[in-house]
């Protein structure tokens, strides 16, 4: 089930420590920069009582976005080489991730983001079209149900057996509206991880690239959704441990058991939501090396041929 967790762990085994506090280390840097950013953003209205402090205040707040897609996202981007890194077993420093900037490096990221997102817009506006008439197909039966009209005669039970049928189904499409967002999440890691593996590759290459990996290369997308889906039900799992431990706590001893308790709680799921989302980043790592390994022999193989 945890293929490409193990895959991931048992490669970098002895980076994973490095990668995991270097990546922390720079989320915190751009947390940081946001944080500066909104508090000169709220600084005028301390400073001037007219309603002019809203003007500097919206010059910081462009200056933010400006920022949130030139410095941060390019950052965002550059801490992916340290898990290439680890799951090929090579030794990087915390700069590595700063390269995003240097001359040649940084266009192409940005072209490359800039592609994403408006095939992301396009993608999401589509796929929520779609959705919004299925949701209206389900949801015509009840329409007539609950005519006002009709209001005041009972449901039979063939009427109660259908609302509950649609309703089941509402819920079915609800949970499977999310599975196009997972797919296209993961195939936009998949670009950004080709991007690291092959900076000198055409921008567009590597959309083809990211596609070959996904559904091209033989690994089974299912078993990296699915067991990255169970690790990340662990934090919420451990919080509703403490929950529970916190009220029974609360119900035979002090209130400061209770609060002692939730305040752990919260902490230990933030440390296992950490865990979880760097072995979930490495799996997809992982998933990338791993089918492109498949391609590149499968390629070969053919030009022996």
Not at 218 to 246: D, H
Request: aromatic share 18%; hydrophobic share 60%.
């Amino acid at each position: 089930m945890f293929q490409y967790q193990g895959a991931y762990k048992d490669n970098g085994r002895d980076l994973h420590m490095k990668t995991f506090w270097s990546s922390i280390l720079v989320f915190i840097l751009i947390y940081v920069a946001a944080v500066l950013f909104v508090l000169l953003m709220i600084t005028p209205f301390f400073l001037i009582d007219t309603g002019l402090a809203v003007l500097p205040a919206i010059a910081i707040f462009l200056l933010l976005i400006l920022a949130s897609l030139f410095v941060f996202y390019p950052l965002s981007v550059g801490v992916m080489r340290y898990f290439a890194s680890a799951y090929r077993g090579q030794s990087f420093r915390f700069k590595d991730a700063f390269k995003i900037f240097n001359k040649g490096n940084y266009s192409k990221v940005i072209k490359l983001g800039l592609l994403t997102l408006i095939g992301y817009l396009i993608f999401s506006f589509a796929v929520s079209m779609i959705m919004q008439v299925l949701f209206m197909m389900v949801n015509a039966p009840l329409f007539a149900f609950f005519d006002a009209n009709n209001m005041e005669d009972p449901f039979s039970s063939g009427q109660i057996g259908t609302i509950v049928t649609v309703l089941l189904l509402n819920l079915l499409l609800v949970v499977l509206s999310y599975i196009p967002y997972v797919l296209v999440t993961i195939y936009m890691f998949l670009v950004y991880m080709a991007y690291i593996d092959e900076p000198l590759t055409p921008t567009t290459e590597k959309f083809q690239m990211a596609w070959d990996v996904m559904f091209r290369s033989g690994e089974s997308i299912l078993r990296l959704i699915f067991s990255n889906l169970i690790l990340w039900i662990v934090p919420i799992i451990i919080y509703a441990l403490f929950i529970g431990g916190a009220a029974l706590l609360g119900s035979y001893f002090a209130e400061t058991a209770f609060i002692v308790m939730l305040a752990a709680g919260v902490i230990f799921m933030m440390i296992a939501y950490f865990i979880v989302m760097y072995f979930m980043v490495g799996s997809i790592t992982a998933y990338y090396f791993k089918g492109r390994n498949h391609l590149d022999h499968e390629y070969q193989a053919q030009q022996q041929v």
